[in-house]
C-alpha cells in the first residue's frame, strides 16, 4: 500500500510538472511555429530589407520583391505610439494610483477600485469605436481639418486605456511599501504630500517602472483600437496624417492576403513584433529580480554644512511642490473618472436604443443581420475554451503554491514564461492560431480553433488568479490534514482547493470577460460570419467580433446603430461580470472571517 500510494503521489506530482511546463512549451510553439512561416518572406525579401525598407507596397509588382515589402514605417509608428500613449497614460496612472492609496475618502476606495476595473474590462474595439464616432468628429470642428487619423487620436484613446493597467501595479506597489517609511518620515517633520511625494512614491520605484513596462508591452500589442484611430496611410506618424502600426497592417491585411509571399511577409510582422514583446519581458523580469523595497534619497544624501551664522529670518516654508503635485492627484483622479462615466454613458445612451428584440434575438441572414449567432458562439467559445484552460490553468498553480521549491530556478523560468504568455498580444495569438491550429493541424477556420487559440491567452490569468488563491489558504489547515493521516494529493483536492474556491471563480468570471472582450485573436481563426453556428467546426463571430463586423463589412443597413448596441452590450457584460467578482469575492471574506 505504501508503494502505490507513494506512486499515486509521484504520478500527481509529474501531471502538475507537466501542467506547470506546459507554459514554456506554448511559448516556444509560438515563437517557432511563427518563425517558421516567416522564414519564406525572410528569404525573398531579406531580413533587413523588410526590416529597414521604406516602402509597402505587396501588390505593386512593378517593384523588386526586395522593395515592395519594408516595414520601417510601422515600426516607427508603433514606437512614436507606444512612447507617446505611456508617456501620458502612465502619467495619469501613476497619480490615480497615488490619489487612491493616500488620498481617497475610505468609503470612496471601493468605488474607485470598481471604476478603474470597469475600465479595464471594456473591450478595446469599444474604445476604439468611441474615439472614431467622438473624439475624432470633435477634433476636425475644433482643429478646423479635413480628417482626425493620426497620432493624436490614437494616443489619446491609447493612454486612457493604459491607466486601469499601470494604476493596479502601481497601487499595489504603493500598497507594498513598508508602513513605518511612512510614519517615520511624519515623525521626522515632513508633512503628508512630503511623505507621499518624496518617502513613499520613490520607495515603490521598482513597482512603478515594472507596471510602466508592462504598459508598454500594451502599447505595443494593441491591434482594434489603433486600428480604428491610425487610418491606413504608408506615412510616418504625424499628429494628423493616417500611418501604420504592425498591428493595424497585419488586421488590415490579413484578409485578403494571398499565400504567396503577402501572407507570409504579414506573419513575419507578427514575429517581429513579438520579439518586440519578448524583449519587453526581458526588460520586465529584469526589474523583478531588484522588486526589493529601496531606499530613499532623501534618507542618504549628504547633509550641506551652513556657512556663515543662520539668521532667525532665513527659515522659508517647504514642500509647496508636494502640494501641487497633491492637488494634481485630486485632479487627475477625478478627470480619470469623468473620462470613463463619459465613455460608458456615450456607448450606452448610443446603444440602448437600438437593442430591440428582433436585433437581439431575431434569425440572421444576408437581408437582416442580428446578434443571435453571436450570442451561441461566444456561449460555444467561453465554454470551450475554459474546460482546456481550467485543468492546464489549476494544475500548473497547484505545482507552483503546493510542490515548488521557492526560488529555484525552475520555478523561476515558469514564472518568466507565464508572464510571457500574459504579455503576447492578441493579434500574435491570432497568427499561431491561424498557423499552427488552421494550417498545420488542418483544423481550418472555426470555432474550434478560435477556442484552442483563446484558451492559450486566457490560461496565464487562471494560472495566477488560483495560485494567489491557494497561498491564502493557512498551512494550519494542511498540517492538520497531513496530522489525521491524509495525503499530498487527498489534502490538496479535499482541504486545499475548497478553501481557494472563490480565487478559482474569479479566475473563470476574468476568463470569461476576456473571451467576451476579444477580437483581434478570432477574426481569423474563428471567422467573422453572421450565420448561426452549426458545431465546432462551423465559421462563427463572438459580440466584439461582430462589432467589427458591422463596422468593416458594406452593405448593412444602420451600420453605426448596430455597432452601438453591440458595444451597450459588451459593456452590459463587463458590468455584470464584475459585480458578480466583487460579489463572490465579499461573500467568500464574510465565511473566512466567521
Given at each position: 500500500?505504501?508503494?502505490?500510494?507513494?506512486?499515486?503521489?509521484?504520478?500527481?506530482?509529474?501531471?502538475?510538472?507537466?501542467?506547470?511546463?506546459?507554459?514554456?512549451?506554448?511559448?516556444?510553439?509560438?515563437?517557432?511555429?511563427?518563425?517558421?512561416?516567416?522564414?519564406?518572406?525572410?528569404?525573398?525579401?531579406?531580413?533587413?530589407?523588410?526590416?529597414?525598407?521604406?516602402?509597402?507596397?505587396?501588390?505593386?509588382?512593378?517593384?523588386?520583391?526586395?522593395?515592395?515589402?519594408?516595414?520601417?514605417?510601422?515600426?516607427?509608428?508603433?514606437?512614436?505610439?507606444?512612447?507617446?500613449?505611456?508617456?501620458?497614460?502612465?502619467?495619469?496612472?501613476?497619480?490615480?494610483?497615488?490619489?487612491?492609496?493616500?488620498?481617497?475618502?475610505?468609503?470612496?476606495?471601493?468605488?474607485?477600485?470598481?471604476?478603474?476595473?470597469?475600465?479595464?474590462?471594456?473591450?478595446?474595439?469599444?474604445?476604439?469605436?468611441?474615439?472614431?464616432?467622438?473624439?475624432?468628429?470633435?477634433?476636425?470642428?475644433?482643429?478646423?481639418?479635413?480628417?482626425?487619423?493620426?497620432?493624436?487620436?490614437?494616443?489619446?484613446?491609447?493612454?486612457?486605456?493604459?491607466?486601469?493597467?499601470?494604476?493596479?501595479?502601481?497601487?499595489?506597489?504603493?500598497?507594498?511599501?513598508?508602513?513605518?517609511?511612512?510614519?517615520?518620515?511624519?515623525?521626522?517633520?515632513?508633512?503628508k504630500n512630503q511623505t507621499v511625494f518624496k518617502v513613499c512614491l520613490p520607495a515603490a520605484k521598482n513597482g512603478i517602472l515594472a507596471a510602466i513596462i508592462l504598459g508598454v508591452g500594451r502599447a505595443v500589442g494593441e491591434t482594434m483600437a489603433v486600428q480604428f484611430l491610425v487610418g491606413s496611410?504608408?506615412?510616418?506618424?504625424?499628429?494628423?496624417?493616417?500611418?501604420?502600426?504592425?498591428?493595424?497592417?497585419?488586421?488590415?491585411?490579413?484578409?485578403?492576403?494571398?499565400?504567396?509571399?503577402?501572407?507570409?511577409?504579414?506573419?513575419?510582422?507578427?514575429?517581429?513584433?513579438?520579439?518586440?514583446?519578448?524583449?519587453?519581458?526581458?526588460?520586465?523580469?529584469?526589474?523583478?529580480?531588484?522588486?526589493?523595497?529601496?531606499?530613499?534619497?532623501?534618507?542618504?544624501?549628504?547633509?550641506?554644512?551652513?556657512?556663515?551664522?543662520?539668521?532667525?529670518?532665513?527659515?522659508?516654508?517647504?514642500?509647496?511642490?508636494?502640494?501641487?503635485?497633491?492637488?494634481?492627484?485630486?485632479?487627475?483622479?477625478?478627470?480619470?473618472?469623468?473620462?470613463?462615466?463619459?465613455?460608458?454613458?456615450?456607448?450606452?445612451?448610443?446603444?440602448?436604443?437600438?437593442?430591440?428584440?428582433?436585433?437581439?434575438?431575431?434569425?440572421?441572414?444576408?437581408?437582416?443581420?442580428?446578434?443571435?449567432?453571436?450570442?451561441?458562439?461566444?456561449?460555444?467559445?467561453?465554454?470551450?475554451?475554459?474546460?482546456?484552460?481550467?485543468?492546464?490553468?489549476?494544475?500548473?498553480?497547484?505545482?507552483?503554491?503546493?510542490?515548488?521549491?521557492?526560488?529555484?530556478?525552475?520555478?523561476?523560468?515558469?514564472?518568466?514564461?507565464?508572464?510571457?504568455?500574459?504579455?503576447?498580444?492578441?493579434?500574435?495569438?491570432?497568427?499561431?492560431?491561424?498557423?499552427?491550429?488552421?494550417?498545420?493541424?488542418?483544423?481550418?477556420?472555426?470555432?474550434?480553433?478560435?477556442?484552442?487559440?483563446?484558451?492559450?491567452?486566457?490560461?496565464?490569468?487562471?494560472?495566477?488568479?488560483?495560485?494567489?488563491?491557494?497561498?491564502?489558504?493557512?498551512?494550519?489547515?494542511?498540517?492538520?490534514?497531513?496530522?489525521?493521516?491524509?495525503?499530498?494529493?487527498?489534502?490538496?483536492?479535499?482541504?486545499?482547493?475548497?478553501?481557494?474556491?472563490?480565487?478559482?471563480?474569479?479566475?473563470?468570471?476574468?476568463?470569461?470577460?476576456?473571451?467576451?472582450?476579444?477580437?483581434?485573436?478570432?477574426?481569423?481563426?474563428?471567422?467573422?460570419?453572421?450565420?448561426?453556428?452549426?458545431?465546432?467546426?462551423?465559421?462563427?463571430?463572438?459580440?466584439?467580433?461582430?462589432?467589427?463586423?458591422?463596422?468593416?463589412?458594406?452593405?448593412?443597413?444602420d451600420a453605426q446603430a448596430k455597432c452601438f448596441a453591440t458595444a451597450a452590450i459588451l459593456i452590459l457584460c463587463v458590468l455584470i461580470l464584475n459585480i458578480l467578482v466583487t460579489v463572490i469575492e465579499k461573500t467568500f471574506r464574510k465565511r473566512s472571517n466567521r
Amino acid at each position: 500500500m505504501r508503494n502505490v500510494a507513494l506512486t499515486k503521489e509521484n504520478v500527481a506530482k509529474a501531471v502538475f510538472i507537466a501542467f506547470a511546463a506546459f507554459s514554456i512549451l506554448a511559448v516556444f510553439a509560438i515563437v517557432f511555429f511563427l518563425l517558421y512561416q516567416s522564414i519564406p518572406a525572410f528569404r525573398q525579401i531579406g531580413f533587413f530589407n523588410f526590416l529597414f525598407g521604406t516602402t509597402w507596397a505587396p501588390k505593386n509588382e512593378s517593384l523588386p520583391v526586395a522593395e515592395r515589402f519594408g516595414i520601417f514605417p510601422m515600426i516607427v509608428g508603433s514606437v512614436a505610439l507606444t512612447i507617446t500613449s505611456v508617456a501620458l497614460g502612465g502619467v495619469l496612472a501613476i497619480f490615480t494610483a497615488v490619489f487612491v492609496v493616500y488620498y481617497c475618502p475610505k468609503k470612496l476606495k471601493p468605488v474607485f477600485h470598481q471604476l478603474i476595473n470597469l475600465l479595464a474590462g471594456i473591450p478595446s474595439i469599444v474604445y476604439g469605436y468611441f474615439g472614431l464616432t467622438f473624439l475624432m468628429p470633435l477634433m476636425v470642428k475644433i482643429f478646423h481639418i479635413p480628417q482626425a487619423y493620426g497620432l493624436l487620436s490614437a494616443t489619446l484613446i491609447l493612454s486612457l486605456m493604459l491607466v486601469p493597467t499601470v494604476a493596479s501595479i502601481t497601487k499595489n506597489s504603493l500598497e507594498s511599501v513598508p508602513m513605518n517609511y511612512y510614519e517615520g518620515a511624519l515623525a521626522l517633520g515632513c508633512s503628508k504630500n512630503q511623505t507621499v511625494f518624496k518617502v513613499c512614491l520613490p520607495a515603490a520605484k521598482n513597482g512603478i517602472l515594472a507596471a510602466i513596462i508592462l504598459g508598454v508591452g500594451r502599447a505595443v500589442g494593441e491591434t482594434m483600437a489603433v486600428q480604428f484611430l491610425v487610418g491606413s496611410g504608408d506615412n510616418y506618424p504625424a499628429l494628423f496624417l493616417p500611418f501604420r502600426t504592425m498591428t493595424s497592417s497585419i488586421v488590415l491585411e490579413m484578409g485578403y492576403a494571398d499565400d504567396a509571399l503577402h501572407k507570409p511577409a504579414l506573419v513575419a510582422i507578427g514575429f517581429i513584433l513579438l520579439l518586440f514583446i519578448l524583449v519587453i519581458n526581458l526588460c520586465l523580469a529584469a526589474v523583478k529580480r531588484n522588486d526589493s523595497i529601496s531606499g530613499n534619497k532623501l534618507f542618504n544624501r549628504k547633509v550641506k554644512e551652513s556657512r556663515g551664522a543662520i539668521s532667525k529670518f532665513s527659515w522659508h516654508k517647504t514642500g509647496s511642490a508636494q502640494d501641487i503635485l497633491c492637488i494634481l492627484s485630486y485632479c487627475i483622479a477625478a478627470l480619470v473618472a469623468v473620462m470613463l462615466l463619459f465613455v460608458v454613458g456615450f456607448v450606452l445612451i448610443k446603444g440602448v436604443g437600438g437593442l430591440t428584440w428582433n436585433f437581439l434575438f431575431g434569425k440572421s441572414g444576408n437581408a437582416q443581420v442580428t446578434l443571435a449567432p453571436a450570442f451561441v458562439s461566444t456561449g460555444m467559445v467561453i465554454l470551450l475554451a475554459l474546460l482546456i484552460a481550467l485543468p492546464f490553468g489549476i494544475g500548473a498553480a497547484i505545482f507552483l503554491s503546493e510542490y515548488a521549491k521557492k526560488g529555484s530556478r525552475f520555478v523561476k523560468i515558469i514564472n518568466l514564461f507565464i508572464d510571457t504568455l500574459s504579455g503576447v498580444p492578441s493579434v500574435v495569438f491570432g497568427l499561431f492560431g491561424m498557423v499552427f491550429f488552421g494550417n498545420i493541424l488542418g483544423i481550418g477556420t472555426n470555432l474550434l480553433n478560435g477556442s484552442l487559440t483563446l484558451s492559450l491567452i486566457v490560461l496565464p490569468t487562471v494560472i495566477r488568479s488560483t495560485e494567489q488563491s491557494l497561498t491564502e489558504v493557512p498551512d494550519s489547515m494542511r498540517e492538520a490534514s497531513y496530522a489525521l493521516g491524509a495525503s499530498k494529493v487527498r489534502t490538496i483536492f479535499v482541504v486545499v482547493l475548497p478553501q481557494a474556491l472563490s480565487g478559482i471563480i474569479t479566475s473563470v468570471i476574468l476568463s470569461i470577460g476576456r473571451i467576451v472582450s476579444e477580437s483581434a485573436a478570432l477574426i481569423y481563426t474563428a471567422g467573422a460570419v453572421a450565420y448561426m453556428p452549426q458545431g465546432y467546426f462551423s465559421r462563427g463571430a463572438t459580440l466584439s467580433v461582430m462589432m467589427w463586423f458591422f463596422n468593416s463589412a458594406d452593405g448593412i443597413a444602420d451600420a453605426q446603430a448596430k455597432c452601438f448596441a453591440t458595444a451597450a452590450i459588451l459593456i452590459l457584460c463587463v458590468l455584470i461580470l464584475n459585480i458578480l467578482v466583487t460579489v463572490i469575492e465579499k461573500t467568500f471574506r464574510k465565511r473566512s472571517n466567521r
